[in-house]
């Protein structure tokens, strides 16, 4: 879409407000415009030139009514623009978030966690500036076509003198508008970079110091500070170059209308109070030119933003889509619906499913990383997906789920495709646990909840299911510790267990366990089975090499070089796949460095 489309969207969000807010904008403009024509009366009644019946004092008055009524029209602008202002905000920044939620998980965020952030803070702010932009700019051409009218009534020939030097300042920021765009991309650029380093050196301080690449990482983010200096002050200078000279234009004006009227002043035609208003109309008038001049450069911007915007989630669709944002009111409430009884799963099947790594990623054994993958899981059923490292056990899952984008092959839920699997898979219907689980900076409670009200879960039986108890009980504050950034405070093997416990908590018709097993021992890991299948109808998908895993398990699906090399029981298995035996006997041809577990 182009930027005007994108705006019109935004409009009609909320249609109301946005014509409150440009009628009190435009109410305030008119005001000042009684506030100049009380100026000539009071000038002229100085110089004998006022209307019969006005009196100095009677103009006092007026000046003081016209002042009075412009703070309170100023004020309530103000308030109203504030709310309309925050709305846009919200409504884009809300957008940006589902928008990054929706798309396939291991793809959320195009580039760096940095670079994300300054989309959300300060394209969304450049965006709704222009929304408040666009509503100055039809006040002032109210305003303005209001006191030409009243201008060119005093002295057409003056009004002309003065108008034509302002037009041609709106023509030269038309004839910059291309290098002000991309000025501020390159702007936008460099500082998404910076950002995005600090960011992710933050994250890998401990890798950094262990490389000693301390001095490294600092040299690389002052080089990048260094382009976005060079960018942001040719960004910068140009911008306020132009803003500089179109105020500037006010003076050039005003000398204008003292060489245009001093004949009219010296025989009497041209009246003190003439010459007031126009000085003050005029420097109105200029700042609606300067104004019409910044409003230029910032619809180009907010090209910039959008298209940033639209890059972080896919559409411009998306980043304008009209969805409730509750600022007032009672907040929804988060609930895991119930699945009607037709939709619980009595069986999942997919068939020939593929998956091709972009930009070249290639498998070994060709161009995809998973071909022609054929996979079945009946209600009940524990299934284990195994093999070597590489051999596209986590990237099976991930396709399945909808966290990539898989290329071909088809999923069907009770025999009913699914065309959008990031959607459909989510509690009720499936519950996820991946390798390396994510937890947040929040109390253990709050990481297992994830925004449920507890009211609606059986905590305590998710936390036993995921052998989780005693180590709750040796927590110094239990489910209230805050557990750190990604649950630094916690061991690996208590990491997953929590996020075996926010999958339980959910009551999910299918569990989908990456490699959960990877970080306990075998005694936590026996258990953790044991209670699974003390759940009734507990439905597994599995990966997983370990050898608790692979004794239960009612089916298990062996992957080669991205494709399926054998299905069947741990015994049918060992009779019928060299593969699946070499694995079993701990020969894993140095692509796993743990033999499995007995």
Same mark, same amino acid.
Request: hydrophobic share 45%; net charge positive; proline share 2%.
């Given at each position: 879409m182009k930027v005007r489309s994108l705006i019109w969207r935004l409009i009609r969000y909320r249609p109301g407000l946005y014509a409150a807010d440009v009628v009190s904008w435009i109410v305030i403009m008119l005001l000042e415009l009684g506030a100049g024509y009380v100026a000539k009366l009071f000038f002229d009644a100085i110089t004998g030139d006022a209307p019969a019946g006005l009196t100095l004092w009677s103009i006092v008055a007026l000046v003081l009514a016209a002042g009075a009524a412009r703070i309170v029209s100023i004020l309530v602008g103000?308030?109203?623009?504030?709310?309309?202002?925050?709305?846009m905000e919200t409504l884009l920044r809300r957008n940006l978030l589902e928008?990054?939620?929706?798309?396939?998980?291991?793809r959320a965020v195009p580039g760096s966690t940095g670079e994300a952030l300054n989309t959300f803070r300060?394209?969304?702010?450049?965006?709704?500036?222009?929304?408040s932009w666009l509503i100055d700019q039809m006040a002032f051409v109210a305003y303005a076509a209001v006191a030409l009218t009243i201008l060119i009534r005093i002295d057409a020939r003056i009004t002309a003198i003065v108008v034509v030097p302002l037009l041609g300042v709106v023509v030269a920021a038309r004839a910059v508008s291309k290098h002000i765009r991309r000025y501020r991309e390159a702007s936008r650029r460099t500082t998404e970079r910076v950002t995005g380093a600090i960011g992710e050196a933050m994250e890998g301080v401990q890798a950094i110091q262990l490389a000693g690449a301390e001095d490294s990482v600092v040299a690389h983010v002052e080089g990048l500070n260094r382009e976005r200096l060079r960018a942001t002050v040719k960004d910068r200078l140009l911008s306020e170059s132009f803003h500089a000279f179109f105020w500037?234009?006010?003076?050039?004006?005003? %000398?204008l209308i003292l060489l245009a009227a001093a004949d009219g002043l010296r025989t009497g035609s041209f009246s003190v109070g003439d010459f007031a208003l126009f000085v003050t109309y005029v420097g109105v008038l200029t700042e609606v030119i300067a104004a019409t001049g910044?409003?230029?450069?910032?619809?180009?911007?907010?090209?910039?933003?959008?298209?940033?915007?639209? %890059?972080l989630v896919g559409s411009d669709e998306q980043v304008v889509v009209h969805r409730p944002i509750h600022l007032k009111g009672a907040l929804p409430e988060v609930a895991v619906p119930a699945l009607p009884p037709d939709e619980r799963l009595r069986e999942l099947r997919v068939e020939g499913l593929g998956f091709r790594w972009p930009n070249g990623g290639e498998h070994p054994s060709g161009s995809f990383a998973l071909a022609g993958i054929d996979l079945e899981v009946q209600r009940g059923e524990f299934v284990v997906i195994t093999g070597r490292i590489g051999s596209g056990k986590t990237t099976l899952l991930r396709a399945l789920l909808g966290l990539l984008p898989a290329e071909s092959g088809r999923i069907l839920w009770n025999s009913e495709p699914v065309f959008d699997p990031a959607a459909f898979f989510v509690p009720p219907r499936s519950a996820y646990t991946p390798q390396v689980p994510q937890l947040f900076s929040e109390s253990l409670r709050a990481n297992i909840l994830m925004g449920v009200p507890e009211e609606g879960v059986d905590l305590d039986r998710a936390i036993r299911t995921a052998v989780l108890e005693d180590d709750v009980d040796q927590l110094q504050a239990g489910l209230e510790t805050v557990v750190g950034a990604k649950g630094v405070k916690l061991s690996g093997g208590q990491r997953q267990r929590t996020a075996a416990a926010r999958m339980f908590a959910r009551g999910s018709e299918l569990l989908v366990f990456d490699d959960l097993s990877s970080a306990l021992d075998v005694e936590t890991e026996r258990a953790l089975w044991e209670r699974v299948f003390d759940r009734a109808d507990s439905t597994c998908l599995v990966v997983s090499h370990r050898r608790p895993a692979l004794r239960r398990?009612?089916?298990?699906v062996v992957l080669k070089d991205g494709r399926v090399d054998a299905v069947g029981t741990h015994e049918e298995l060992l009779e019928a796949s060299d593969e699946y035996g070499r694995l079993w006997a701990g020969d894993w041809a140095g692509a796993e460095t743990e033999t499995p577990l007995s």
């Open positions: 103000a308030l109203v623009d504030i709310r309309h202002r925050f709305t928008g990054v939620l929706k798309k396939p998980g291991a300060d394209d969304a702010l450049v965006a709704e500036d222009l929304m500037n234009a006010a003076t050039l004006c005003t %000398g910044d409003f230029m450069i910032h619809v180009k911007q907010a090209g910039v933003s959008f298209s940033r915007m639209r %890059g398990a009612d089916r298990i």
